[in-house]
């Protein structure tokens, strides 16, 4: 996935589940590490890395992202 494509995920997650998404993610990114499923524990970390920006307003979903 893209950037771009993860950011428009978070936002849709957050959009229709408020910060409860974050806290999802956060216990997805633990179960897959305990379960040593670690594709999908980075998936959900990306994912949550986002959400946190979303939810803190640190990035506008409606803009680009831009990654230095």
Partial sequence: MR???FCFLAAELVDEHG???LGIAQRATAEFVSEGMLERARFWYALSLFMDDIVCSRIDP???????
């Fill in 3 to 5: 950037a771009g494509d």
């Fill in 19 to 21: 910060a409860a998404a």
């Fill in 62 to 68: 409606e803009r680009p992202i831009v990654l230095h």
